[in-house]
């Protein structure tokens, strides 16, 4: 968007990602009114996917409604700041414009674009599937999702015919391996929790599954020994 942004003004216009701050990035509390000087606990697996973006030089902003307060507005520098100094400067805002690359809130719905249509999320998708599915976790994190039909779509949609074979018996062989070299992660649902291969998912992909999990209070279970890996009960 930016850059076609650029092109219609001619300006040098900034990308930045945006993200809200009361449900996203602080806790908030159902049952506590509005208080502009006070911020929930931090919501640790959004803060530190926060972290890594400044980290990586990504120009991030609070996108908040509570910008139109003064005394909200220091709070949350402050707040910011004591979770981390590196977050101090970072702009609060509640305007929007053309450099929004994406923006992270507990209640936006995701529309596909020219479509009107709305996007499937990752959490839909994976803990309304049933007893025992199996998808794939894309690993383009601008595009993530899980994707249903794991051996076929991976064959049909991914994979090139010389990175898999049929097998002695007529089955797809090597396709798990290949999704692997190429990023991919294999996710399962298992009677409601949500089922991986930790060491098969880059950061970001284990950060994005433990914010599905804290969303929809699903415990996060190692594939190989059962042991659970995330639970947001207690790691949250």
Avoid at 14 to 25: A, C, K, S
Avoid at 78 to 103: F, H, S
Avoid at 136 to 150: S, T, V
Avoid at 157 to 163: A, G, I, Q, R, S
């Amino acid at each position: 968007m930016s850059k076609i942004a650029e092109q219609m003004t001619g300006k040098k216009i900034d990308p930045w990602i945006g993200v809200d701050l009361d449900g996203t990035l602080a806790q908030q509390p159902e049952d506590k009114n509005y208080v502009p000087d006070h911020i929930g606990k931090p919501v640790k697996v959004m803060l530190d996917r926060v972290k890594e973006w400044v980290k990586d030089g990504k120009k991030v902003k609070i996108f908040t409604a509570r910008a139109d307060d003064e005394v909200a507005v220091n709070a949350i520098k402050k707040w910011l700041k004591k979770q981390d100094p590196e977050l101090a400067d970072l702009e609060v805002t509640n305007l929007k414009d053309c450099g929004m690359t994406e923006l992270w809130d507990d209640r936006a719905i995701a529309v596909e674009k020219n479509t009107g249509k709305v996007a499937e999320s990752i959490v839909d998708i994976l803990l309304e599937a049933g007893a025992w599915t199996e998808y794939w976790m894309n690993p383009d994190l601008a595009l993530i999702k899980a994707i249903p039909g794991h051996v076929p779509y991976a064959i049909t949609h991914v994979l090139e015919p010389d990175e898999w074979h049929y097998g002695v018996e007529g089955r797809p062989e090597g396709v798990y391996a290949a999704m692997r070299r190429r990023g991919w992660v294999r996710v399962l649902v298992q009677s409601g929790h949500i089922v991986v291969d930790p060491t098969h998912c880059s950061r970001n992909q284990m950060q994005e599954l433990e914010m599905e999990a804290t969303d929809r209070r699903s415990l996060l279970i190692d594939d190989k020994t059962g042991e659970t890996i995330f639970n947001p009960s207690t790691d949250s």
